[in-house]
């Protein structure tokens, strides 16, 4: 059986990282091993709005999420910036559970974010979370398990892979900062794009790699993956 060929990268963009996040944005990984990576983007892009809104942070995952990629680990989501004690973890059985909880966290106006793992929700059910994130005045991301080609009400749908990290500072031997490459695929205020970001340990969120050459991220033979945030279950 023919398998279907990767999507083609799109080159690193000259324009703006979009740090502020639209109301319902959805964010899907380039490969299965691009999963926690996936993840990571997503709590850090959420975190950022944490800052300045004490509000906590929803985590929402469905049985079957659990089982294929295990449970959140506090340190793991702690590297991405945000801390345990912001953190909301809703464990629900079936995706239309997970989907129902989310929405109605949104729109309650009692938390500054939400973040759903899920796999294929339908363009009705995003449609409902966009409209429940904007009556909240939070923000909602949807981490999806497959690829993201369906329709879909989010306004910036994202496709991330693992890169290897920088160098360190002071031990050539050690894995520097995480790095990733962040696929904008579709947008409502814009052509796609594409950005390499690393992790920034002093402020927990996500930063443009500096001295980039040529189209990306000069990796080293000696580079790791960048680091996960989630572990497998016991």
């Given at each position: 059986?023919?398998v279907?060929?990767?999507?083609?990268?799109?080159p690193v963009?000259?324009?703006?990282?979009?740090?502020?996040?639209?109301?319902?944005?959805?964010?899907?990984a380039?490969?299965?091993?691009?999963a926690?990576?996936?993840?990571?983007?997503g709590?850090?892009?959420?975190?950022?709005?944490?800052?300045?809104?004490?509000?906590?942070?929803?985590?929402?995952?469905?049985?079957?999420?659990?089982?294929e990629?295990?449970?959140p680990?506090?340190r793991?989501?702690?590297?991405?910036?945000?801390?345990?004690d912001r953190?909301?973890?809703?464990?629900?059985?079936?995706e239309?559970?997970?989907?129902?909880?989310?929405?109605?966290?949104?729109?309650?106006?009692?938390?500054a974010?939400?973040?759903?793992?899920?796999?294929?929700?339908s363009?009705?059910?995003?449609?409902?979370?966009?409209f429940a994130?904007?009556?909240?005045?939070?923000?909602?991301?949807?981490?999806?398990?497959g690829?993201?080609?369906?329709?879909?009400?989010?306004r910036?749908?994202?496709?991330i892979a693992?890169q290897?990290?920088?160098?360190a500072?002071?031990?050539?031997l050690?894995p520097?900062?995480a790095?990733?490459?962040?696929?904008?695929?579709r947008r409502?205020?814009?052509?796609?794009a594409?950005?390499?970001?690393?992790?920034?340990?002093e402020?927990g969120?996500?930063?443009?790699?500096?001295?980039?050459?040529?189209?990306?991220?000069?990796?080293r033979?000696?580079?790791r993956?960048?680091?996960v945030?989630?572990?497998?279950?016991?």
């Open positions: 059986m023919p279907d060929p990767l999507p083609r990268p799109l963009a000259a324009t703006p990282y979009p740090e502020a996040c639209e109301p319902l944005e959805e964010v899907a380039a490969r299965p091993a691009d926690a990576t996936a993840l990571g983007f709590l850090a892009r959420l975190a950022a709005g944490l800052k300045a809104d004490r509000r906590p942070l929803v985590l929402a995952t469905t049985g079957e999420w659990l089982r990629r295990g449970r680990f506090a793991g989501l702690a590297a991405w910036g945000v801390a345990p953190l909301v973890w809703i464990r629900a059985e079936r239309a559970e997970a989907l129902w909880a989310l929405e109605e966290c949104l729109k309650s106006g009692a938390v974010a939400a973040l759903g793992c899920v796999a294929a929700p363009f009705v059910a995003t449609r409902r979370l966009d994130a904007r009556a909240g005045a939070a923000v909602g991301l949807i981490l999806r398990a690829g993201a080609d369906d329709l879909s009400a989010a910036r749908r994202w496709r693992a290897a990290s920088g160098e500072a002071f031990d050539p050690a520097g900062a790095r990733l490459r962040a696929e904008l695929v409502r205020d814009g052509p796609p594409a950005w390499d970001l690393e992790l920034c340990d402020t969120g996500l930063r443009l790699v500096a001295g980039l050459a040529g189209h990306g991220v000069a990796t033979a000696t580079g993956v960048v680091a945030a989630g572990e497998r279950a016991a």
